[in-house]
């Protein structure tokens, strides 16, 4: 999992012209709202105040507020388990309900002679806006959730095509003064023989100057080890089967037959199965 500079670095457009987005949403939400409550008094018959729908439309100012005091710390919710973002999506309910009922209550104490009692604030707030501040974080984390998701996995897309096009496509054997390039996709196996390694391909044998291991990190992942003496080219696996005692014998493309050893069996089963 990629973490905090990295993460940053994947960040998706949050900033920027997204802000006006977020705004012309927010004001959207509070004229709807406003209309709302109008059409509201329409219906009971009772009297509409402007004043009163709007103050209590503080609720949708602290939804700009969060935005523009969290977008920074947005990748982090990437890496966050269920039980967290739960967490997380409580706080964020928490908190909005008694920023937004602490903020009714102090403007009303500034512009009217008698302010609105805060226990009240809280429970109007409760009872009207509970649903709409649990909704909009809801979809706001599912949201950017799955756009780090998807942005982590382009970019590992990005980065596979480009090893892919870098990555080296030979094998350099060196046997005294010779040097031969071998092209990984003609290799079958390669067989440790001590102190060197054997490299079998369709049509010859080569003798390397090197250990398993340290040819092993040359590699690309279609070679895969299964023996502590033999790695294969998984591309030319035809079958393999079961000697009863944990090992196999795996059958390679030009009838080349190598064991299979039970303790690499399981890797091997998985690059199988995909």
Known sequence: MITGAAHRELQPNFRGEPIYSVGAVILSGIVLTIIQDYLFTVRHNTSFVFYESLLFKCVWVVFGLAYMFSNKYFYKIEGMNNQKLVLLLGTLIASHTCITSVM??????????QGYGIAKIIAFTLSNDSAKILLVYLLSILFIKKSYAQKAKQDESKAIRLRSKTQVKSLQINNGKQCNLVNFESIYCIK??????????????????????????????????????????????TSYKSRLNGDYDVSLSGDIQVRLSRNYAKEFKEVIEG
């Open 192 to 237: 440790a023989d001590s102190p060197y390694v054997i490299v079998h391909t369709s049509d010859n044998s080569f003798l390397h100057t090197s250990s398993l291991k340290k040819l092993a990190e040359k590699l690309d992942s279609r070679f895969v080890k299964i023996h502590r003496s033999c790695i294969i080219n998984m591309d030319k696996v």
């Open 104 to 113: 009714v209550w102090w403007i009303s104490w500034i512009f009217k002679e």
